[in-house]
């Protein structure tokens, strides 16, 4: 083998400029997932304006579009794809929106999920990872007030990456791997994701009760062409 792949749909080269950002992008597939069961449980997203507040480089934003009636997608820093930049958390409450959905910073989640749920008046949508729901603070500070109306754990692993979009099982180079002389590996996660729903107001009543639900795998079937193209500045 000559070198390194360096096809753009199996490597991204860090920024280190982004290190300080807590970025690790969603797989649009997951998306479609979290949307699929909202179809299923009754709600109807095509006329809904939709905030995006944690847009990153649109992975979450493109499979929201193909969907919803309107996205307003926004986040703290730059990435190069044209979002509106702004701090979500700073300053007087967001004006009112239909739906949100995001994927936060993991230490500062339990914020953004108050900010949403007070503007936002159908639902609220947060992949978070599934460990999100430990934790004695966060209880006191956000599920002990305002727990989640159902949780949706994925049964199979959502494969993400600091800094960088890969399909699960695909190969890239690693150059952080021995010692710095780099290496390949196949794309994949030890962390477990889940999303979790608020459905304030005259939402349509959940077709059961235990509040939690598994999301089948599903990866293979919502993945279409482009998903994993580089987007912005990586």
Do not use: K
């Not at 962390?191 to 729903?197: G, P």
């Amino acid at each position: 083998m000559s070198g390194p792949n360096r096809s753009s749909a199996v490597m991204q080269q860090r920024n280190p400029a982004l290190d300080a950002f807590d970025d690790f992008p969603t797989p649009m597939w997951a998306t479609r997932d979290c949307l699929e069961w909202l179809r299923r449980a009754g709600h109807d997203l095509s006329d809904a304006v939709v905030r995006e507040p944690c847009a990153n480089r649109g992975f979450m934003v493109v499979p929201l579009e193909e969907v919803c009636g309107s996205v307003v997608a926004s986040d703290i820093f730059d990435y190069g794809v044209g979002y509106d930049v702004d701090d979500y958390l700073f300053g007087s409450l967001p004006s009112l929106v239909d739906w949100t959905f995001i994927n936060p910073p993991f230490v500062l989640a339990a914020e953004f999920v108050h900010r949403a749920i007070v503007s936002s008046h159908q639902g609220v949508a947060v992949f978070c990872r599934s460990a999100f729901t430990e934790g004695g603070e966060r209880y006191h500070e956000l599920f002990s007030v305002s727990p989640p109306s159902v949780i949706l754990q994925f049964s199979e692993r959502v494969v993400i990456h600091r800094s960088a979009m890969r399909r699960a099982g695909d190969r890239y180079w690693d150059q952080s791997a021995n010692e710095g002389e780099g290496r390949y590996r196949n794309a994949a996660s030890a962390t477990a994701y889940c999303w979790m729903l608020w459905l304030p107001g005259d939402a349509p009543a959940l077709p059961w009760r235990s509040g939690f639900d598994w999301i089948p795998p599903s990866r293979e079937r919502l993945e279409r062409p482009g998903d994993y193209e580089v987007r912005g500045n990586v």
